[in-house]
């Protein structure tokens, strides 16, 4: 099945640095990615669509400057977490959009990727 | 406003027995309906999806549900396994725009031998 990957895993970074969260799509081109934050024991909140080419449309309530979205290619978006705090220490997931998959808007997720902002 | 109502919050099913998990729409523009697995410090994973022009699907010892006109659809996993127990959620999606899914807020399902 298609298979969507997120790098790192899980990062540790000091308060005031940013860190960078790629999310790939690995056997299908995704012109459409959703990047989610989750907490512990809650469901999925989008944070922001991304389209290839284009810029990110953010969720009410998501600082742009912030949480940085690039969709620069049809496999790859990336998440940059900006002068991160201890707040924005969460469980991010993203997922990818397969056109070509069995009913035309399947959608596949990531493993999520763990930041803890120290 | 929530759009996509998930029950039970939390579901205990003996190894061998039925797990049901009910979810209800109120947006009539949804028209792709998966449900997710997801086990913890994980992605959620693709388990199964339903379109409203058919009333029922099966994939193994999973099918789903789904009511049209009460705009309903649930989840049973027949034969509950130990390696069962996860976190499931339910989506909606429509067909225009970016298709992003609408989630309900999961059900924690354990399954006790």
């Known amino acids: 099945g298609a298979v969507v990957s997120q790098h790192p895993s899980w990062v540790i970074c000091k308060s005031g640095t940013s860190v960078k969260i790629e999310c790939r799509s690995l056997d299908f081109q995704a012109t459409t990615m959703f990047w989610y934050r989750q907490f512990p024991k809650q469901s999925l909140m989008l944070m922001a669509t991304s389209n290839e080419g284009s810029k990110a449309t953010y969720e009410q309530g998501v600082e742009k400057d912030k949480f940085l979205i690039n969709h620069a290619s049809l496999t790859l978006s990336t998440l940059t977490v900006t002068s991160a705090h201890p707040e924005d220490s969460s469980f991010y997931i993203c997922s990818a959009r397969d056109l070509a998959g069995p009913s035309g808007n399947t959608i596949y997720f990531g493993e999520g990727s763990w930041l803890t902002v120290v | ?113």
């Open chain 2, 1 to 113: 406003q929530q759009q996509v109502k998930q029950s039970p919050q939390s579901l205990i099913v003996q190894k061998g027995g039925i797990s049901i998990i009910n979810c209800a729409y109120e947006n009539t523009a949804f028209d792709y309906f998966p449900w997710y697995q997801q086990f913890p410090g994980k992605g959620p994973a693709l388990l199964i999806a339903i379109r409203p022009d058919v009333s029922e699907k099966k994939e193994g010892r999973f099918t789903i549900s789904f009511n049209k006109s009460a705009k309903q659809f649930s989840l049973h996993i027949m034969d509950s396994q130990p390696g069962d127990s996860a976190t499931y959620f339910c989506a909606a999606s429509k067909k225009a725009g970016s298709y992003q899914l609408t989630f309900g807020k999961g059900t924690k399902l354990s399954v006790i031998p």
